[in-house]
């Protein structure tokens, strides 16, 4: 039996070790009669270190391993998962997926499972590694939060938040010749600051170097804003011009690539994106790219596809959606890269997207701002109407009145019922500066957007 | 199992924690997946792994691995033990764990049909022969079907002398129709968005008689897209069962968790409006009429079991009486902080994550003199409304908005014409005060969603909601140019 990967520390050894895993099952299952297979190697050492009321109150830290297993039996298809990695757990999974795929129905349009694609090389990748991520301890993490509780100390306010660590591994073969692994290390540092008289402030950054994150910087940022988010004043619900700080800015990008921009709700008719279509002002261009720097890379998707790098809004117009190997089969054409493991049932998703960046300093996204709002982040966000975007959600930690180009004091928080395409379209100015943040998709890279008319629906009472 | 949480234990005290537990978990899981009458995925699934919690000078840590041997035992016991002593760096008041006997026995949910010994063909053809009949609608553009099983074997082992061994089944399923027309995406879901779920056997699965519905839903989303737009303004709205146990869910499930209320969830979900100073003085939380406990003895919920993962028994506990706020969700680390012991909320989403409080079955008692049909017949003006759309709720759980798939008119004590995209909003407190009725006892079901969703790292918790329709006066429906 081969070695698990996660006992290993180079990740070029780990990818080939949890290759090795994935080439071994793909040949038992054929070696179980499957006319094609897939094997899909996850794995993580993942660790978390959460804290409130500036103390650390939560402290975790995972190895795990996840083998996924696409039978085919011509158009019968069936997948079997587990954790057990040793023979006989191999076996049974190999023996599962062999019965549901005899037990199930032809799949029509199966286009059959991918193989490489053309300029992109099978085998291991590590783009977006750091080793200092990779073995950060607790004391590492312990380091950054203690950074993190001194700046809200120096505030006078309680500082919560998480500082998480990992390194994350996937490894595809497949019988049409997929043989392909990446390696990658994440890190994020969030926190929410609270001060005894009502304000709060937010503060967050990922990166695939843990080292290169300014806990303290986060922390200071967090801190003046609660303490400048006190004693908020009510205003109406109504219509008013908004500056979005990133961490609301990522909402939008992250519920247009979950409502809009995959294949597959192209297919089924659900999708705003239409090529061509105008969905937001000349300002905004939308990609997916998974292997800019600037965010947290993922070279290959869960079929061991190469992610292509996808046009998704070109100066407000609709160029294209990702795919997948089926949603691409259907359409005739080859998969992006943007997989999800199988059984898929959800289709393709943008997992890396980047918004372009414009030429507005901060200072001036609000300056312009005759009279309007900027918001620093968004909460429980939920669409209303999934074909128009419509969303609603709420702000939170940190939501201040602007007048004459200046923050004239916080208000309280708003519930907004918007069309996220409606509010691309009201784009006037975009941020020269961007934020690498994770999102409820993935991860993006963003800037601020200042927009004319942003649809506040209610109140709350802090 | 047992020589590994003794190994795991032991290695745990030797290097210094006061407190040790060891949970090892065995998830089984099986899924299928149909769209418009093609079978587009089946997927079994099979997790097993072990996580240590201990507390060493006053603060947690915790590790998880997914292999099942000795020297890995001793490696993540020490590694949470590190953990924890890295904890205690930045430690403010030391842990302090109220006093329960040790947790001993064995805990099974009853199945009466064992969805995982069901053929394979069998689940197939029962969930294809639903989507075939809503397909088949004219104007339906497209299904969606699933069915899903997870069973749950764990062992519990503490430092304490708990050990407890427990197996629990859940099952669910549906079926949804989709029907587009330009910009108009409709869709109505049977029995449930996302599934109807509940503890036991496949049993339940065909209790659902999902291929005898499939059809009229499929009828309501075509419909639905030909339906006048849902007015705004102030009315009486009905909710039923299907939309209820979200609003009990978010309402009040989430804001009764007093780790929420103390700021452990604060950067993510968090917090409370319902804070411990609103306990002290019986805040009015709602009507006379609403009675809501976290009762994790109540048959069929997937909130129910023997014990929590923190070796409490299963309990009901009392969150709101006759209206008036009286209790929380609570963990042997925060109920002696408001005087109490623990009422049995702490579960964990597997092996590799640590317990949280997560609602149990959070259940809006029902009240004896109106079913839900009477509700409606006693109801001259108001809106119907059934099967969530969306949700969501501000960071104290006060202003909601929800949608449901459909919505009713009521005239005279009669389900009239349809109306789509309707939702309707408000602040906690005073909706539920404005509640004028709640179902009887003949309309009380147990519902439930498997996919709550709390903490860092993300933990997904299957919980139950008892509920029986209810209605409440002067609610905003509807949000302006939507």
Redesign the interface.
């Given at each position: 039996m081969v070695s698990?990967p996660t006992q290993l520390v180079d990740p070029g050894e780990r990818s080939a070790q949890a290759l090795a895993l994935a080439q071994d099952i793909v040949t038992r299952a054929l070696a179980s009669g499957a006319t094609e297979a897939e094997a899909l190697v996850t794995s993580e050492d993942?660790?978390?270190?959460?804290?409130?009321?500036?103390?650390?109150?939560?402290?975790?830290?995972?190895?795990?391993?996840?083998v996924n297993l696409r039978f085919c039996l011509g158009r019968r298809?069936?997948?079997?998962?587990?954790?057990?990695t040793d023979d006989a757990?191999l076996r049974?999974?190999v023996e599962?997926?062999a019965?549901?795929a005899r037990?199930?129905?032809e799949?029509?349009d199966w286009g059959g499972l991918p193989a490489p694609t053309g300029g992109h090389p099978n085998g291991p990748s590590a783009a977006g590694y750091a080793a200092a991520t990779a073995e950060a301890?607790?004391?590492f993490?312990?380091d950054g939060?203690?950074a993190v509780?001194a700046a809200a100390d120096a505030a006078g306010v309680?500082a919560?938040?998480?500082f998480?660590t990992a390194r994350e591994g996937i490894a595809v073969s497949n019988s049409a010749g997929i043989h392909a692994a990446h390696e990658r290390t994440t890190s994020q540092l969030?926190?929410?600051q609270?001060s005894p008289d009502g304000g709060t402030g937010y503060a967050e950054a990922a990166a695939t170097d843990a080292t290169t994150i300014d806990a303290a910087a986060i922390g200071r940022e967090a801190a003046d804003k609660a303490r400048a988010s006190e004693h908020p004043i009510s205003l109406p619900a109504g219509e008013y011009s908004v500056v979005l700080e990133e961490y609301a800015v990522v909402d939008i990008a992250d519920m247009l690539g979950y409502l809009g921009f995959s294949a597959l709700a192209v297919q089924?008719?659900?999708s705003?994106a239409e090529p061509g279509r105008r969905v937001g002002s000349d300002l905004i261009t939308i990609v997916d790219d998974g292997s800019d720097p600037a965010g947290l890379p993922m070279t290959i998707d869960f079929e061991g596809v190469a992610k292509e790098r996808v046009v998704l809004v070109e100066r407000g117009a609709c160029r294209d959606v990702v795919y997948d190997s089926q949603t691409a089969a259907r359409a005739g054409r080859t998969s992006t890269g943007h997989g999800l493991p199988?059984?898929?049932?959800w289709g393709p998703f943008p997992l890396n997207m980047v918004v372009d960046a414009g030429a507005t300093p901060r200072e001036a996204l609000i300056g312009s701002l005759d009279r309007g709002l900027l918001v620093t982040r968004f909460?429980?966000?939920?669409?209303?109407?999934?074909?128009?975007a419509?969303v609603?959600?709420?702000t939170?930690d940190g939501t201040f009145l602007v007048e004459g180009g200046r923050i004239v004091g916080p208000v309280r928080?708003l519930?907004y019922?918007q069309s996220y395409l409606d509010a691309l379209a009201g784009v006037t100015a975009v941020g020269r500066e961007r934020r690498t943040l994770k999102g409820f998709l993935g991860s993006a890279v963003v800037p601020a957007l200042r927009i004319d008319a942003w649809?506040f629906?209610?109140?709350?009472?802090? | 199992m047992r020589d590994l949480t003794d190994r795991a234990l032991d290695t745990a005290a030797s290097l210094g924690a006061a407190y040790a537990d060891c949970r090892i978990v065995r998830r089984l899981e099986e899924s299928i997946s149909i769209k418009s009458a093609r079978l587009e995925g089946v997927a079994s699934g099979e997790s097993e792994g072990f996580g240590v919690r201990v507390l060493v000078d006053g603060a947690w840590g915790f590790a998880s691995s997914h292999r099942l041997d000795f020297d890995e035992a001793d490696r993540v016991a020490g590694l949470a033990v590190r953990i924890a002593r890295a904890s205690a760096s930045a430690l403010r008041d030391r842990v302090a764990l109220d006093a329960r006997p040790p947790a001993v026995g064995q805990y099974v949910t009853p199945v009466a049909e064992d969805p995982f010994e069901v053929s394979l063909e069998t689940k197939i053809g029962d969930l294809l022969a639903a989507d075939r009949a809503a397909v088949g609608v004219p104007g339906v553009s497209f299904t969606e079907s699933s069915y899903g099983a997870q069973r749950e074997s764990k062992t519990f082992a503490a430092t304490d002398g708990s050990f407890t061994e427990q197996v629990i089944t859940h099952v669910g399923a549906a079926v949804e129709a989709n029907a587009i027309e330009g910009d108009e995406h409709q869709r109505r879901s049977y029995p449930d968005a996302g599934g109807g779920w509940g503890a036991g056997g496949y049993e339940l699965i065909r209790r659902l008689d999902l291929a005898g519905n499939a059809a009229r839903h499929g009828e309501e989303a075509v419909a639905l897209l030909s339906a006048p737009q849902c007015p705004s303004g102030l009315t009486t709205v009905v909710l039923d069962p299907g939309q209820l146990y979200n609003q009990v869910h978010e309402s009040c499930g989430h804001p009764t968790e007093l780790d929420r209320v103390f700021g452990t969830e604060a950067s993510y979900a968090g917090t409370s409006f319902l804070t411990t100073d609103k306990m002290a003085e019986g805040f009015r939380y709602g009507s006379d009429l609403v009675t809501i406990v976290a009762d994790a003895t109540a048959a069929g919920g997937m909130g129910t079991f023997g014990w929590d993962d923190e070796g409490v028994a299963a309990q009901s506990v009392d969150l709101v009486r006759d209206g008036i706020f009286v209790g929380y969700q609570t963990s042997r680390e925060t109920a002696p902080r408001i005087g109490r012991s623990s009422g049995g909320g702490m579960r964990a989403d597997g092996w590799n994550r640590i317990p949280l409080i997560r609602m149990t079955n959070i259940n809006l008692l029902p009240v004896a003199g109106m079913s839900l049909d009477e509700i409606v017949a006693d109801t001259d003006d108001g809106l119907y409304l059934t099967t969530n759309r969306s949700w969501s709720i501000d960071d104290r759980r006060l202003n909601f908005q929800f949608a449901t798939e459909i919505a009713y008119e009521i005239k005279g004590g009669k389900l009239g014409r349809l109306f789509k995209n309707p939702t309707y909003t408000g602040i906690t407190y005073e909706f539920w005060r404005s509640c004028d009725a709640v179902g009887d006892a003949s309309s009380y079901v147990m519902l439930g969603t498997p996919n709550c969703g709390k903490g860092e790292p993300s933990q997904s918790a299957h919980v139950g909601h008892g509920v029986s329709g209810a209605r409440f006066r002067n609610v905003q429906i509807g949000v302006g140019k939507w």
């Open positions: 698990e993942a660790a978390l270190t959460r804290f409130a009321n500036s103390e650390i109150h939560q402290n975790v830290a995972e190895t795990s391993i996840g298809i069936a997948v079997a998962a587990t954790g057990r757990g049974a999974l599962r997926a019965a549901a037990s199930v129905e799949l029509e301890s607790p004391e993490r312990a939060v203690r509780i309680l919560y938040g998480a998480s969030l926190t929410v609270m089924e008719g659900r705003f199988a059984p898929n049932p909460h429980y966000t939920n669409p209303v109407h999934p074909k128009l419509i609603t959600g709420m939170r928080n519930r019922t649809t629906t209610g109140t709350t009472e802090h | -």
